[in-house]
């Protein structure tokens, strides 16, 4: 009989493009080449075979050179003014007054023009799905940023009049902030204006104590600024994809000190930056050590009280998972749940779906399989390429045109706070949620079990907000169709994914939308709900302390952190992993 041996030298070749992707890919930021490749030959593949589409796209071509033609002449008479395209509202690099003069006019609206051109040549395209569209699209958008006229200094009149105004010491002091710049991004430092904003000094500075830690978080419980509380104590799970103080920045625009000044008894989990050596920590070792093991300890400090819960972005869905795992189980000890612009269906997450088919995960996960880890560098460039006229282009002319300095704050410092991700738990959540979106198809595993949404029926709050690049607010409302919660209270703010969300009382032009659904209600689809449901002024905070409160039990002595003899405080709050670098 024959006996059969492994492939030794399947092994060393699959070692090899292992660690030839890896190389490439963090040469190229994590953006996967054959991906790209392989969306230009579908685009145009399909684009070869539709003459009616290549007929109208030189239709529009010539009608737009017309269009460019006609406010030429227009602009060359004394006294005639206009636009043949207006930029988007978003579209803010053309604002300055000195665009309006000739020849700036001309550049830019052909600018427009051609940008508009490209969005026709990649869209409605017979033969290519949504998604292959959304990425062509982004791509041709990504293209032609880059040669904006307002990102070259000789055809941006507001370069130019700066130069001319200051005898160019503009370009002066926008080359030493280049040269700070590339400086402290060699030596891995942080940005200018960040050690103004240290955790536990100028931020992060609740009063509070770690009153449990274990390999993965450190769980915080703040202490309170009332006589008495909320029965129910209310548990934050913060996103593990950065630090968890963006809900505690400055005192003004705390979230935790509004709810604990407010009589509520908060925790928090403060997340492990990972290292290289935790590249096993999976999702499931997140629910086990982070949510299930902060909940455990706080039915411990507050005994025979249920428990609010709540959590941001990543921390939603993680929340998601643990309490759906729980109803499964018959684990009662939930009162409420609360998701801060997190998903649970990822069918629509947004543009970050163009970072998530299968030839991109894979050639990310070489490049985490080589590291162990992906890191917080890495991710912060995916997510400035999502709105790269303001993180990258805009910044650019501002910072090394126009000379000017950046204005650093508590958020911005807090977003340059970059943490890693375990090479395991994120190969598996980008597979699991993003690519085959297993929690809201039912075929999502907890110890080998598949676990539903429809199983949780505590009451749920959610909030969206108007401008999420991250978890777009159509894709949060999602939830109305997958929970069967007795009771679904639903908000849309103003403002981005974090901006949105630290959205303090008092804060200038901020608004929301809200309603509640109960669960004999019909369905509302978002657009309908968005046209129908009035805007308030001022922030949702006050919304969910209200909310808060009426689905408590009422009020007991306010709990003093480390009372307990097995939650004696280890330190003071902000705790230790806040501070790993």
């Known amino acids: 009989m024959q006996q059969s041996f492994p492939d030794t030298g399947l092994f060393s070749v699959t070692a090899l493009d292992n660690v030839f992707k890896a190389g490439m890919a963090r040469m190229t930021g994590g953006i996967s080449p054959a991906g790209l490749v392989s969306l230009y030959c579908t685009w145009a593949a399909h684009l070869s075979m539709s003459p009616g589409k290549q007929v109208r796209l030189n239709e529009k071509a010539l009608r737009k050179s017309y269009k460019s033609f006609c406010h030429m002449l227009a602009s060359a008479s004394p006294g005639e003014e206009g636009t043949c395209i207006e930029p988007l509202p978003q579209d803010r690099r053309f604002s300055h007054p000195g665009w309006q003069q000739w020849p700036f006019s001309q550049i830019y609206q052909n600018f427009l023009l051609t940008q508009q051109w490209w969005h026709n040549a990649t869209t409605d395209i017979d033969g290519l799905s949504k998604a292959e569209e959304n990425g062509l699209s982004f791509i041709a958008r990504q293209m032609l940023d880059h040669y904006s006229p307002s990102n070259i200094p000789w055809l941006n009149p507001e370069v130019l009049q700066t130069t001319a105004d200051q005898g160019g010491a503009n ?29 536990g000094k100028q931020v992060a500075i609740t009063p509070g104590k770690v009153v449990y830690r274990n390999h993965l978080m450190e769980l915080i419980q703040y202490s309170p600024t009332t006589e008495t509380v909320q029965a129910e104590p209310i548990l934050i ?13 400055s005192p003004h625009n705390s979230m935790v000190k509004y709810l604990v000044d407010n009589g509520h008894t908060v925790f928090m989990i403060s997340w492990l930056n990972p ?16 949510v299930m093991a902060a909940i455990d300890a706080i039915s411990d400090i507050c005994p025979k009280q249920k428990i609010h819960t709540a959590g941001y972005c990543l921390g939603g869905t993680l929340l998601s998972i643990t309490a759906a795992t729980m109803a499964r189980e018959g684990d009662d000890r939930l009162k409420t749940m609360t998701h801060f612009a997190a998903q649970v269906d990822f069918s629509e997450a947004g543009e970050l779906m163009l970072f998530t088919d299968e030839s991109q995960i894979s050639y990310l996960e070489k490049m985490m399989w080589d590291q ?30 126009l000379g000017e300095k950046d204005h650093m704050n508590d958020l911005m410092a807090w977003n340059s706070d970059l943490t890693r991700m375990p090479y395991k738990m994120h190969s598996h959540y980008l597979r699991s949620m ?39 607010w159509h894709s949060v409302y999602k939830l109305h169709l997958i929970a069967d919660s007795e009771e679904i209270t639903f908000v849309l703010t103003s403002g981005g994914h974090n901006a949105g969300i630290v959205s ?66 280890l330190c003071d709050a902000p705790g230790t992993y806040v501070h790993q670098v």
């Open 275 to 290: 290292t290289p050596k935790d590249r096993g920590l999976d999702m499931d070792d997140y629910r086990q050590l982070g």
């Open 372 to 401: 162990g880890v992906l890191d917080g560098s890495q991710m912060a460039g995916a997510f400035q390429i999502l709105r790269s006229n303001d993180l990258i282009w805009s910044r650019m002319v501002h910072h090394y045109l």
């Open 504 to 569: 303090e009382p008092g804060h200038k032009h901020r608004h929301y939308r809200i309603s509640a659904k109960k669960d004999q209600e019909r369905y509302i689809d978002p657009d309908n709900w968005l046209v129908n449901t009035p805007i308030k002024e001022g922030s949702w905070w006050t919304e969910w302390h209200q909310w808060l409160v009426a689905n408590s039990s009422g009020e007991v002595d306010a709990r003093e952190p480390g009372k307990q003899a097995k939650y004696k405080p």
């Open 237 to 249: 799970v913060p996103a593990w994809i950065m630090k968890y103080y963006i809900l505690d920045l």
């Open 171 to 199: 370009l002066i002091n926008g080359f030493q902030n280049f040269l700070e710049d590339m400086q402290r991004q060699l030596s891995d430092k942080p940005p200018v204006g960040v050690e103004n904003f240290i955790p």
């Open 434 to 472: 993003f690519l085959n979106n297993e929690l809201a198809s039912g075929r999502y595993l907890v110890n080998d079990k598949p676990i539903a949404i429809s199983d949780i029926h505590v009451p749920i709050f959610s909030v969206g907000t108007e401008q999420d690049h991250v978890a777009p």
